[in-house]
């Protein structure tokens, strides 16, 4: 069992839908980060909350919005999306910020499987 | 800027063989230097890190990893495979004063019977 709960494990869409991919974490932690993974391919940083602020967007899309509601909740609303975007989103989480606390390992979630139609 | 290179996309050993997993890094500064196992269908695992304090690291799993800074090298070693081994493994580099973790390329470990 990971630390880190994503919501739902699995979605399918349709590029006009609207849905949301929702993580949770209750390890006190105030960095939370979403990542994109393609098949066979390393994870790749979208967004970076940290104390709840948006510290880092990795130019994503706006078809992908992120949302740090309170310090264990993070969610990514998805809108228009395209077949491309079809991957395994991923949430992460870590202790503080960055400067001294970038010795502290991401602890990551099992990932929403997302597919577009 | 701080990379790392994973040699070797596909490593096969058979059970009780050796495993050894290659990474260099490049750092100008000292690194902060993790691996992380993904097992199919799942997020990924931190199997260890090195922060400074000791150049042998110890993980979990039996695995282990040695930081060389002659070589810019962190491999990661187990003595005896198990079949459970097989997954995909990823070296890390955390940018130092950020947030940022560079991934490697990542290697498919696979285990023969």
């Known amino acids: 069992d990971t630390e880190v709960t994503q919501t739902p494990k699995h979605l399918v869409m349709g590029m006009t839908n609207k849905k949301s991919l929702k993580c949770e974490q209750h390890?006190?932690?105030?960095?939370m980060y979403w990542y994109k993974q393609k098949a066979k391919k390393p994870p790749e940083l979208m967004f970076v909350?940290?104390?709840?602020?948006?510290?880092i967007n990795e130019s994503v899309p706006s078809r992908f919005s992120p949302e740090c509601p309170n310090s264990s909740l993070l969610n990514l609303h998805l809108h228009a999306l395209q077949p491309e975007d079809s991957a395994l989103y991923l949430c992460?989480?870590?202790?503080?910020?960055?400067?001294?606390?970038?010795?502290?390992?991401?602890?990551f979630g099992d990932g929403t499987r997302l597919s577009i139609l | 800027a701080q990379s790392v290179t994973q040699l070797g996309s596909h490593v096969s050993v058979s059970e009780g063989a050796l495993v050894l997993l290659r990474c260099n890094y490049s750092?100008?500064?000292?690194?902060?230097l993790f691996w992380y196992v993904q097992y199919p269908n799942q997020g990924l695992q931190l199997l260890l890190k090195y922060t400074s304090a000791a150049t042998l690291v110890k993980g979990i799993n039996g695995f282990e990893a040695e930081f060389k800074k002659s070589e810019t090298s962190f491999h990661l070693t187990k003595p005896s495979a198990h079949m459970s081994d097989a997954a995909e493994y990823f070296c890390a580099v955390r940018d130092t004063g950020g947030f940022k973790t560079i991934f490697g390329a990542g290697t498919r470990l696979f285990v023969k019977a």
């Open positions: 992460a989480s870590s202790q503080g910020r960055g400067g001294s606390y970038s010795n502290q390992p991401q602890h």
């Open positions: 909350y940290s104390y709840e602020k948006l510290s």
């Open positions: 750092s100008s500064v000292p690194p902060y």
């Open positions: 390890m006190g932690h105030r960095a």
